[in-house]
């Protein structure tokens, strides 16, 4: 296995702490529900359409269509939206068919949150209201943990999502620590958060990552 480049990163920081644990915390970006299908419903003007919990899979010979049921949120008609079309039996793995014929949940829940199946099949995902930050680890907590904590100069956050909610990281930061957006700025300037390489405060996350919340002066 090649080594995570976060890893050696996290390594060299370390290393430049002179044995300095870091304290770790844990976010939760935890799903409170499954995101709206936008789309044009043909018999109304609403576009929001709610996953249906099903599945229809049909054989035509050899071939397999999969298609996930979507009720629109106006009028309850339900939509199709095709998952997968005319794949060989032969190329369908036995276990995964099975479990499209009993709309297992996790599998609904993975194609309704799928970004790459939203674009194939050109339509949006609304994610509104579907998520809350859990954290119980406000700047000024870590702020005051210094006093008495030593280990508290070099937070280490972890945020896990139990869907891929698209969140802004700014937004997430400023939720999560209880900042203004002009002092995550600040203290991402400052080199007091310090992101993974790769993210920018100004994009989206919408899968696990991890950042740090150095206090530099505690270390030299
Ligand atoms: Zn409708």
Known sequence: ????????????????????IARKSLWTVRGLGLPAV?????????TRHL????????ANGKLLDVWLLVLCAGCG?????PVHERVHVRDFDD???AAFEDNDAALVREAVCSAALAERRRYGLDWTGTWALDTDMPFASLDRDLRTDPAAANTEILVGFELPVPVRLER????GLRLSRGRVRALIDEGVIRLPAGLRV???VSADFGFRVVFSSELS
Request: proline share 6%; net charge positive.
């Open 77 to 81: 008609r339900t939509s199709k939206v």
């Open 95 to 97: 276990a995964r068919r």
């Open 51 to 58: 996953a249906s919990g099903k599945f229809r899979v049909n």
């Open 1 to 20: 296995m090649t080594p995570d480049p976060a890893d050696s990163r996290l390594t060299e920081i370390h290393s430049s702490m002179n044995q300095q």
């Open 202 to 204: 100004s994009g989206k």
């Open 38 to 46: 936008v789309r044009a419903c043909p018999d109304c003007s609403c």
């Open 172 to 175: 997430l930061l400023m939720e």
